[in-house]
């Protein structure tokens, strides 16, 4: 699970973590991954063993090396993979206003895609090998409908072109990962948790993070028939 310390990513861990897994939750900074594990494990009552606390910068290779290396010698394989770390253009430039597209600039899009698309590559070519020794393996890449081009919602306000084209090519890779394992186990979907309360909006979203993150958790647990290479909003297919 990676970002899996604090907003979506936290309500993720705490639903996968309620359904009977254990999770690997994913932090830039240890200690602040540690407190968020250990008030979770406290809130739901589960051993501590089930909310594991990993550093984890997804734009750092030896981070992303480190970690295949102990889920391959602690648990032998990975069922599933929630790549939900992401930023925006704010997360590097102080504004305040989501800049316009003429606004933006190259190390704008290059410091949001490195996180929000290359880094998904960068796990999945470390975790590949450990999917493959499951007998569900599950992808969920967290998305936007931001990442639209055809549904409407997807411009409403003043949208970050940086970060909305990163998830568009985000649900382009999902559907590449997903046609090329087409016929086995494996599946890949993107999950859009819609427009949530975190501090990535500065709590001006409409949805709580556990109503966003049902909808990760339902294709993390997708049984045999489920769909594959498809975003989803709650039950809804959404065209991109």
């Known amino acids: ?60 290779q030896d981070d992303v090396d480190a970690l295949a290396l102990l889920v391959a010698s602690d648990y032998g394989k990975l069922d599933v993979l929630v790549n939900n770390a992401g930023v925006s253009v704010l997360d590097v430039r102080t504004m305040d206003h989501l800049p316009k597209p003429t606004e933006e600039t190259v190390d704008d ?15 999945m070519n470390a975790f590949l090998p450990l999917l493959g020794k499951a007998e569900a393996p599950r992808v969920v890449n967290v998305t936007s409908k931001r990442g639209s081009i055809g549904e409407e919602g997807a411009w409403v306000g003043q949208p970050s072109m940086s970060y909305s084209s990163s998830k568009t090519a985000l649900n382009a890779l999902t559907v590449h990962y997903a046609r090329e394992f087409a016929g086995t186990a494996l599946k890949v979907n993107g999950a859009a948790p819609g ?40 039950d809804t297919r959404l065209s991109w």
């Open 109 to 123: 899009i290059r410091h949001v895609y490195e996180v929000n698309v290359f880094a998904v590559v960068r796990m």
């Open 195 to 234: 427009h949530v309360a975190t501090g990535f909006n500065d709590f001006r979203g409409t949805r709580t993070p556990d109503e966003g993150a049902a909808v990760a958790i339902r294709l993390a647990t997708l049984g045999p028939d489920g769909p594959t290479g498809e975003v989803y909003e709650d």
């Open 1 to 60: 699970m990676t970002g899996g310390n604090k907003g979506i990513g936290l309500a993720i861990v705490r639903g996968l973590a309620r359904a009977g897994m254990t999770v690997l939750m994913g932090s830039r900074d240890l200690a602040r991954g540690e407190a968020a594990a250990a008030a979770l494990v406290a809130e739901i009552g589960v051993p501590a063993a089930r909310v594991r606390p990993v550093r984890l910068d997804v734009a750092a």
